[in-house]
C-alpha cells in the first residue's frame, strides 16, 4: 500500500516536471518568434540604413548636376542668347564649361561632363565634353557627330533624344563606353528657360563608386550586397563583377531575381534556396532606380535564436533535474515554491520579461530560482542588444539614421496633437572629403568621432543623430526661450577651446551649424522646418569657409584613436 506522502510526493513530482515543461515549450516558441522577427527588422534597417548611404552619394551627383543646370539657365538669360544674343554662344558655352569643370573636379565618383546646345540656337558642335583619364587628369574631348547616328542609337546618342522627349532629369542604365573603355552610369538633365530648349547636361560616373559601396557592405558573418534592375537584370555581384544583362540572367538566378523585383520595399525577407543554401534577402530601391539588395544565409540569420533556443533548453533540462531532485528530497518546502515559479514561467509564456523571481530558499529550490532568473535576463539581454545594434551609429555612438527615421515619422502627428513647440539643429563637418580624399577614410573617420563628441557635449542632455556621412541632427522639444541660444554657445565655446587645445589637426575643425523653429501655432510640417534648419547651415559653412580655405591636417605623428 502505498503512503500519503508517496501518492503527494508523485502528485508533486508530477506537477513539477509539467510545469517545466509547459515553461520550455512555450518559451521555445515564443523566443523563435520574437528573434526572427527582430532578425527580419534588423536585416530591413540594415537595408535601408545602406541604401541611404548610396542614395546620398547618388543626390550628391545629382546636385552637382542640378547646380550647373541652375549656372546655364543664369548665364543664358544673362546673355540674351534666347533673344539678340546668339553671338554672344561662344562665351555662354565658356562659363558654363568653367563651372562644369570645376565640379567634376570635386564630384566623388564623376568620370566626365558633357553639354550639347540646342542646334537651333548655334551650330550642330556646339557644347563640350571633358573626361578624366586613369590618372585622374580631366581632358577634352572631341564632340559626337550626330549626323553620323540615328537617334535609336542608344549608346551613342539616346542621352540627348531620351532627355529631349523626357522633358526631364534621369538616370541612365549602366552601359559599358567602348570609346573609354569604361562601365559607367549617367546623370542626364534637359535644359530649359520656359519654353526654350537650351540643350542637354549631363555627367558620367563610374560604376566602381557604387561597386565599392557594395563591396563594403556586410551583413552577418557571410553576408553580402548586390544591385539588380527592375528589368530583371543584374548590375553587380562579387560573382559576376560585370554584372548581367537582363537576356544573360537565366536559371536559378532568373527566379531569385523575379522574386526580388516582386517583393523589393516589402518588410517581409525574401526566401530562397541557391546552390543548395538557403538564403533570405531584402532590397530598397536607390535614388537612381537600382535595387539594392542584401542576402545572408538563414543559418547566420537565426544563430542568436538558435543560441537562446539552445541555452533556453539546457536551463529547461537543468530546472527539471534540480525540480526533481529538490522535490524528493524536501516535499513539503517545495510546495510554495513551486507556485512562484509556475507564475514566474507564465509571465514569461505571456510574453513578461521583467520578470523578478524572489526566492529566499537556500536550497536547491533556491538554485532553480535564480537558474529561471538568468534565463529571462539573458533573453531580454540579447533581445536588447538586437534593437541596440539597429539604432546606434557604430562609428560614433550616437542615434543613427534608422533611429531619426523612427522618431521623425512621428514628429508631425505629435507636434499637432500636444500643439508642441521645437527646434531642429543640422549640423555638417567641414572639409571632411577633402580629409578623406587626402588622407584616408581613417582619417576621416577620426575626425567625425571628434566632430560628434564636440556636438554631444555641446547637446548633452538632447539626442544626437548622424544622418549621414558628416551630417547630423539634434532635435531640441519645447525649448525654453534662451535654451537653444546657451546650447549653440555652449557648442560654439567647445569648439575653440577643442581647436586651442588641439594636438591632431594643423587646422581648425569648423562645423557649420543652423537652426529652425517649428512654433506652436505653426502648420509647417518637419520637412519644411528641416530644410530651413540645412538652408541655415549651408550658409553658416559658406561663412566659415570663407575664412579657412584648407582643410584640418592630421599631425603625421598623430596616431588614430
Known sequence: MRSLQSKFLALTVGCVLLTALALGYVGFLYTHK???EDSTQFMNLFCEDKAQEIDAALMGIEQSVNTIRDYTIEQYNALGIGGTGRDNVDAFVKKVQEVSLHTVKNTEGSRGVYMRVNPEIADDQTGFFWYRDEKGDVNEDSLVDFSKYTKDNTQNVGWYYEALENEDAFW???YNNLNKNDWIISYVVPIYQDEDFIGVLGMDIDMALLKEKVDSVQIYQSGYAFLAGTNGALYYHHDYPEGLAEGSVHGKIRKVLNLLIKKAGQDSLVSYNLEGTKKEMTARQLENGMLFAVTAPVQEINELSSRIIRLFLVSTVVIMIFSVVITIHVTRKMIRPLKELTEAAQKVAGGDLDVNIDCESKDEVGVLADSVQQMVNHLRHYIDYVNEQAYTDALTGVANKAAYKEYVDKLDKRAAAENMKYAVVVMDINNLKKINDNFGHEFGDMLIR????????????????RIGGDEFVIIIEQPKQTECEELLANFDNGIIVFNKNNTKYEQKIQIARGIAFHETDSIDLF?????????AMYENKVMQKSKQTDPPVVEQSQTIT
Open 527 to 535: 520637412a519644411a522646418v528641416f530644410r530651413e534648419a540645412d538652408h
Open 450 to 465: 571628434d566632430a560628434s563628441r564636440l556636438i554631444q557635449k555641446g547637446f548633452k542632455d538632447h539626442t544626437v543623430y
Open 172 to 174: 541612365m542604365e549602366p
Open 34 to 36: 520574437l528573434v526572427n
